[in-house]
């Protein structure tokens, strides 16, 4: 099957044995616990709904053969699905290197909760120089993070070329190393791209993480998160905290996430088409000083971009003249674009990361990292992209005034 074909039917084939009700949808199996017809073996396989549930198990089948992976782990947020994997593969002491420019609930995961409290030592580097991750790594590094692009600045990383690094540091990390050898292990969040455009798997992480809450759930209605690989001992492990820990993704969560995969494969043409030809109207504006998308050959990684990724997604940002006063009126005046943090739903988003998602990170922060105040961040939605441009251009208008 191709990946459309399976993001239609990949673990939700119609149960047609005898008995079966054929069902074309999966049904969200509620039961919380599940009757044996025998004391010896559990009947179809379920026991207890948090180690295992039809409808979660339907929802993690099509998310490994979408991933390209073999087991996927469903958690109840995409942070639930990050702390896993730290609580499943790292211990207390163990150096950790990451991309500095990382969307901000990770970081103040892994700074506030892991390094603080914890006992993680942490790198953060600016990943987009492979040269930079090297020199961080050292004999304790058990892990490296990297989402590619990043929120809200969209820079690239090598996903091949530093999978690579972290392959020549030595054994522990492969299949069937069964948690024995303690390697390093390469985890890639691929939020932004989903599997459409990006496939980190294939690329040589060991591990992708999703906020499924994003494009692949894809219509805002919806908290999940994911751990995908293609090492079965690395799934036990993972599989065995998700039952332990217990913060499951619940059936009916994973019942919409089922219904959203469907459309994946059209949702993500159509965010792309759509982000394409905004960012095309927004260069030729006078109000705008810079357009940040990879799919633009002004974007410094474009190179990196069209070889690593099958597109360039839905995500945008703006570097509007004036500053922080500019980028508020824009903010007020737009209409069709929801003023909103999170991305990847259907309907347009827009945000500032000077006022909302990066408030909390102090002004001097803010510029040396490049997150100028008149940054302005869109997801681009599905909508009639002529509607999204005249909502722009009222917009624009009015953050010049003032
Ligand atoms: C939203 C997001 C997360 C966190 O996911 P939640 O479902 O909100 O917990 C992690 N990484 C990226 C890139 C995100 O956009």
Known sequence: ??????????????????????????????????????????????????????????????????????????????????????LTFLRPGDHVVLFQDLYGGTRRLFSRVFAKRWGLRLSYVDARDPGQVAEAMGPDTRMVWLE?????????????????????????????????????LLVVDNTFMTPVFQRPLELGAHLVVHSTTKYLNGHSDSVGGVVITGDHGLAERLRFHQNAAGAVLSPFDSFLVLRGLKTLGVRMAAHQAGAARVTRWL?????????????????????????????????????????????????????????????????????????????SVAPEARRRIGLSDGLVRLSVGIEDVEDLLEDLERGLRASQVG
């Open 283 to 359: 260069e030729g504006r006078p109000e705008v000083r810079g357009v940040i998308y990879p799919g633009l050959e002004s974007h410094p990684q474009h190179e990196l971009a069209a070889r690593q990724m099958h597109g360039f997604g839905g995500m945008v940002s703006v570097e509007l003249e004036g500053g922080l006063g500019a980028a508020r009126r824009l903010l007020e005046t737009v209409r069709i674009f929801a003023l909103a943090e999170s991305l990847g739903g259907v309907e347009s988003l827009m945000e500032s990361p000077a006022l909302m998602t990066h408030a």
């Open 148 to 184: 590619s692009p990043t929120n809200p600045l969209l820079g690239l990383c090598d996903i091949r070329v530093i999978a690579d690094m972290v392959e020549a540091r030595g054994p522990g990390t492969g299949a069937g190393s069964g948690g024995g050898a303690r390697g390093c």
């Open 1 to 86: 099957m191709r990946f459309d074909t399976k993001a239609v039917h990949v673990g939700e084939e119609p149960n047609l044995a005898p008995g079966g009700s054929g069902d074309v949808v999966m049904p969200i199996h509620l039961a919380s616990t599940f009757a044996r017809a025998r004391l010896s073996e559990p009947t179809g396989g379920y026991e207890y709904s948090r180690s295992g549930n039809p409808t979660r198990d339907g929802l993690e089948r099509r998310l490994a053969a979408l991933e390209g992976g073999s087991e996927a782990i469903c958690f109840a947020s995409g942070l639930a699905a990050e702390t896993a994997t730290v």
